[in-house]
């Protein structure tokens, strides 16, 4: 082990940081000029233990911006020397201002050492720093120290010293993770500086960020490296700097010290108690009511059910104009096109499955809209923040629940949100979780079943579904903690961004690059789906029928017939509507009889036992299996058996009645699609993300839960009298 150490003194202006140099050294100092540059440098020496320390006062810095000579000295001195440890003078009393530099020393990447000085004011102040949690969210050895009385130099050294071996022996700097937004531009960066293999000076995150905040003296030096691949990397750059712009209209320095101060917000909510000071920023004062440990979750809960409201009360007038295009088309190519088998699968199996599915686009938009403007003006943060607590029962944070809250749009990217966790165990967990919040896939089923069966209270009763979801899953990872994730939670540190005024542009944005998967799907699996799924309904084509349905028709064509021609007036009215709604039953039945002696009734009667206790019957069972595909195919399979898009232009919500579905079995059928098993994506991508025991395991158990769910529901319905 070597026997010498430098240690470098950081820290802002004022923050006592002399005091301590001089309480390390004592007249052991040397001053001059650092090389180049008129700025006064400290160094000294410390005999501690068996250990020679070199110490060396770095100037007095805010930031390591390259905007000033002090700041670019500090940094400069940090990635170049390779001091041993960073310790960074923090002045207790105003914590958020000194943690900003605090951040950027943690993104170098280096050994650090935060200390928290000026003990003595900050609890003259009436701000109570919990030491032990402030560690635990850094990941680096907190100290106080009064620094002119010297009370705690002697534990800031032994700590220094105890976290230069750490490191040593293998321990790395913990990430500060940012939105999502910008982690992503990080990212990407970051694989083109791999992909040129250039022998960097400093850490490749570091790097990536200053570059995407074009830093002029690290783009220099990627120039000098090499100019080719420099090109390559800054491109990247510039799509990113670009796409933040068109999101924010403002650059990507601004937007990440945004981001910066998120995290330095949720440091302090997490560690800092007892202010005694007023709060007087806007943000703050928001925070008061928003997360309030009592008001908090009322307004969470207000608010998301005011979203779902929105959702399908707004979305129901263009869902209306779609539904009679659709209509409209199906009618019009039925005049057009001679009578065939493509005819049928044109009409029956494309228009009718895909369209079954299309007029819920305004839905699905109107829904990521929400979903953005709760991102961008900084309250999903907040909503994570308030779930703090309750995650906790389950064995995580509320930063779990971003990922979760994520997978209300869709389940693929809420789990690959799931990397920004630290804790391998805490991220299965939360993947395992994630697949119970409702995606926007099942919300077409949602719209079709409570908008049938539930009418005015559909909003609410669908805002009930997606809090049922979020109770699951929360008792789910409660159980799944304790019987296979036992261990120690991770500590975390929740970004609580200041709240911005969300821009249109960046809202609509925000809502086209998640609606995008949706239409993808349309001309995809939804596509091929339609048409297997009518294939299987339409043949065989030959049906031996219980019942001469055709001469019955004509029988009944013929007495009314006689009847009408007998009839005045009104009477002759009435006859005529009497007539045509028996020869529609009848066709109705002829048509039942046809699909249920179909290869995909066949099917769906083998399933029938197995759906039958908890009120589903066949068809909605075969819907349900394809909806492992994807969850927007179990309308469009509904739509295909139930003759959605015929002639006759039956609309679904007619024939679910029509065929028996009562709302105690719509209520089933929904709370199993709420909690059964993933679409096929997103069961690959918990494959990749874990393995394929943990990616079979959720789909095992998700069904199980779903099937015991809707029992529970269907059967004490039942005995209550409500089916």
């Known amino acids: 082990m070597n026997k010498k150490f430098t240690i470098a003194l950081a820290g802002n202006p004022n923050c006592g940081k002399t005091t301590i140099f001089n309480n390390l050294t004592g007249a052991r100092q040397k001053v001059g000029n650092w090389p180049g540059v008129t700025v006064e440098k400290k160094e000294g020496k410390l005999r501690y233990k068996e250990y020679d320390l070199n110490i060396v006062d770095l100037p007095g810095t805010y930031s390591l911006t390259p905007f000033s000579i002090e700041e670019i000295t500090a940094r400069d001195f940090i990635l170049n020397e390779n001091p041993d440890i960073v310790v960074n003078i923090i002045d207790a009393a105003n914590l958020e201002r000194s ?12 050994p650090a050492l935060f200390v928290l000085n000026m003990a003595d004011v900050a609890e003259a102040n009436g701000i109570k720093i919990d030491e032990q949690k402030l560690s ?24 220094a010293i105890e ?12 990430n500060i993770k940012y939105s999502q937004e910008i982690e992503g531009c990080i990212s990407k960066v970051e694989t083109r500086i791999l992909k040129s293999n250039l022998q960097t000076e400093g850490d490749l995150r570091w790097n990536a960020i200053k570059i995407l905040e074009d830093d002029t003296i690290v783009k220099e030096k990627f120039e000098n490296l090499s100019s080719q691949a420099s090109i390559d990397i800054f491109q990247a750059a510039r799509e990113c700097r670009k796409r933040i712009y068109d999101l924010f ?46 008001f908090g979750i009322p307004v969470f809960i207000f608010f998301i059910w005011a979203m779902f409201q929105l959702t399908f009360s707004l979305g129901a007038y263009p869902m209306e104009w779609l539904t009679s295009g659709v209509a409209f088309l199906s009618q019009s190519l039925d005049k057009i096109m001679p009578a065939s088998l493509l005819k049928d699968l044109f009409l029956d199996g494309v228009i009718a499955g895909i369209g079954s599915v299309v007029i819920f686009l305004p839905n699905i938009l109107i829904l990521f809209f929400c979903i953005a403007l709760f991102e961008d003006t900084g309250y999903m943060a907040r909503a994570a923040f308030l779930m703090d607590r309750v995650m906790h029962t389950s064995g995580l944070h509320g930063k779990s629940f971003i990922p979760m809250l994520m997978g209300f749009g869709c389940n693929v990217p809420a789990i690959m949100a799931t990397r920004t966790l630290e804790s391998k165990k805490d991220r299965i967990l939360t993947i395992l979780m994630t697949p119970f919040m409702s995606c926007s896939a099942r919300l077409p089923v949602y719209i079709v079943l409570a908008g049938s069966f539930f009418a005015d209270r559909a909003g609410t009763i669908i805002f009930g579904l997606y809090f049922t979801g979020i109770l699951i899953a929360i008792l789910s990872g409660r159980l799944l903690r304790a019987v296979l994730f036992k261990g120690e939670e991770a500590p975390f540190i929740m970004e609580l961004p200041p709240y911005r005024m969300p821009m249109l542009k960046s809202l609509l944005i925000h809502m086209w690059d998640r609606s995008k998967m949706f239409l993808k799907k349309m001309g995809g699996v939804i596509l091929i789906g339609s048409i297997l799924i009518w294939g299987l309904s339409n043949f065989p084509r030959t049906i031996s029928y219980s019942v001469d349905y055709d001469k ?3 029988v009944i064509k013929s007495d009314y017939s006689q009847r009408i021609a007998l009839a005045n007036g009104r009477e002759a009215e009435d006859l005529a509507l009497q007539l045509a709604s028996k020869v529609n039953n009848t066709k109705n039945q002829k048509e039942q009889e046809r699909v249920s002696k179909s290869y995909i009734g066949k099917i769906g009667k083998r399933l029938e036992p197995i759906f039958k206790p908890i009120g589903i019957g066949w068809q909605a069972s075969v819907a349900l299996v394809t909806g492992f595909v994807a969850k927007e195919v179990v309308v469009s399979t509904m739509g295909v058996l139930y003759g959605v898009g015929n002639n006759e232009g039956q609309a679904l919500e007619k024939a679910l009645k029509n065929s028996g579905m009562t709302p105690l079995s719509a209520l089933s059928m929904m709370i199993f699609v709420l909690l059964y098993v993933p679409c096929f994506a997103t069961v690959l991508i918990i494959f990749k993300e874990t ?4 990616a079979g395991f959720n789909v095992i158990y998700t069904t199980m839960v779903a099937w015991s769910m809707s029992f529970l529901v269907y059967q004490t319905g039942m005995l209550f009298g409500l089916g």
């Open 249 to 294: 209209e403002d650059d990507f320095e601004i937007v990440l010290t945004d981001d910066r101060y998120g995290v330095i917000a949720g440091i302090v909510k997490e560690a800092v108690t007892n202010l005694a000071r007023k709060r007087i920023d806007m943000s703050r004062n928001i925070d008061l009511v928003l997360t309030d440990r009592f």
């Open 99 to 110: 943690l900003f530099l605090a951040i950027q020393i943690l993104e170098l990447g280096r």
């Open 136 to 159: 635990e969210l850094l990941g680096l050895p907190v100290v106080f120290t009064i620094g002119n009385k010297n009370k705690g130099i002697n534990t800031l050294v032994a700590e």
């Open 691 to 694: 393995s394929a025991q943990w």
């Open 552 to 554: 019955n028709i004509n």
């Open 163 to 174: 976290e230069i071996k750490r490191f040593d022996e293998g321990k790395k700097s913990r």
